[in-house]
């Protein structure tokens, strides 16, 4: 098992001591730190700067939000950032939701898969430069000949040569389609609330992505990548108090009330009454009960809590059912190392 440090995005500022923790993961041995965006901080710029200070550790985007940049526009990132780094990016793609693409980014939401698939195309030419990038799918045309264009538009080469052609690129995905299609087009999945229950399920859906034809990997080279929240405690109680407002937020605030992929997960997890209540409870206005209305029972399925023995237990099913880097949140340098540890040194 792997360990990826997620910063995730930020709040009103910057986080206090991001710096320290990435040093740290990078130091005792975790494989990645990850950042991720939404509708302030991105998720290119930390990498950037905090990882510029490390020497071996990739450097993933969880995740970059599709319609935050042009295909082409997200590659030049990525190339970038592989120079600089050496050749430590991961880059994580994701589509986010119609609050944020519609809302933020002033753009459809519509047919999220097809936009991803040409997206990922978009950029695996960009990465490859063997012949000017074009596409001639509805979502990014290219050359642009559409309502405005004055026709002069030309297929273009990268001028940077590409460190890396075959640079990794994991989808967020959380739904059957969208989690076949990353099998299919991608090098990783990351998985957000994964529950180890249910694997068998997982499987399917992966298993079908990769039996198309042209897929890219199988599964013996291809990474799972599942946000976890690991607490080594001795007060597993405390712990599942802490995480249930987010829990809850993620159920009942983070998407419209008749489109949320993550309350999706969750009732995909046989939780869709806990839903329900959840939900009504948080547009209310009361956070306090809707997390309180988590059930113990959804937070320990979808995070890893206990003993130092007991942690390094439960990171063993979790590789067992597919695992093979878990996305960790750290707030202290002391957490870094104590979760190198126990997961680390067990390898």
Same mark, same amino acid.
């Given at each position: 098992?792997?360990l ?7 709040g009103? #500022? ?24 939404s509708?302030?901080s991105d ?12 020497? *071996?550790? *990739? ?12 295909p082409?526009a997200?590659?030049m990132?990525?190339?970038t950032l ?5 050749g430590?990016?991961?880059l ?7 609050q ?11 047919k999220?898969l ?19 990038? *074009?596409?001639?799918?509805p ?8 309502p ?14 590409p ?17 076949a ?6 090098d ?8 180890p229950?249910? +694997?068998?399920?997982?499987d /399917? ?5 990769? !039996? ?10 291809f990474?799972?990548?599942?946000s ?8 597993p ?11 809850a937020?993620? !159920? ?7 489109r949320?992929?993550? +309350? ?6 046989g939780y869709?009454?806990?839903v ?8 209310a #206005? *009361?956070?306090? /009960?809707? !997390?309180a ?22 990171? +063993? /099913? ?19 190392? /104590?979760? +190198? ?7």
């Amino acid at each position: 098992m792997k360990l990826g440090l997620q910063l995730g995005y930020w709040g009103a #500022g910057p986080p206090d001591g991001a710096a320290e923790l990435v040093a740290e993961a990078d130091r005792v041995g975790f494989d990645a730190v990850f950042a991720a965006e939404s509708w302030g901080s991105d998720a290119f710029t930390p990498l950037a700067w905090w990882g510029s200070a490390t020497q *071996r550790i *990739r450097l993933g985007t969880s995740v970059a939000q599709l319609s935050a940049r042009a295909p082409t526009a997200c590659a030049m990132h990525a190339l970038t950032l592989d120079h600089l780094s050496g050749g430590r990016v991961i880059l994580g793609l994701g589509v986010s939701g119609p609050q944020v693409v519609e809302g933020w980014y002033g753009a459809p939401f519509g047919k999220p898969l097809a936009r991803t698939r040409e997206y990922v195309s978009i950029i695996r030419q960009v990465l490859a430069r063997e012949a000017p990038v *074009r596409n001639d799918g509805p979502h990014y045309p290219l050359p642009y000949n559409g309502p405005g264009a004055e026709g002069l538009g030309k297929p273009l080469r990268p001028i940077v040569h590409p460190l890396r052609s075959d640079l990794p690129i994991w989808l967020g995905a959380e739904g059957p389609r969208n989690v076949a299609l990353t099998a299919e087009i991608a090098d990783g999945w990351l998985a957000i609330y994964y529950s180890p229950r249910l +694997a068998g399920m997982y499987d /399917e859906w992966l298993d079908e992505g990769f !039996a198309r034809p042209g897929a890219r990997r199988s599964r013996a080279d291809f990474e799972v990548a599942a946000s976890a929240s690991v607490v080594i405690t001795d007060d597993p109680a405390e712990a599942i108090d802490r995480l249930r407002p987010v829990v809850a937020l993620y !159920a009942g605030g983070m998407g419209a009330e008749r489109r949320n992929f993550h +309350a999706d997960v969750f009732r995909r997890m046989g939780y869709a009454s806990v839903v329900d209540d959840v939900g009504r409870l948080f547009r209310a #206005g *009361r956070k306090a /009960e809707a !997390a309180a209305a988590v059930p113990d029972e959804l937070v320990t399925e979808t995070a890893i809590i206990g003993s130092a023995a007991q942690v390094r237990a439960q990171v +063993a /099913e979790w590789e067992k059912a597919g695992v093979t880097l878990l996305l960790v949140h750290c707030w202290t340098v002391e957490q870094v190392r /104590e979760l +190198a540890g126990a997961v680390l040194a067990t390898n």
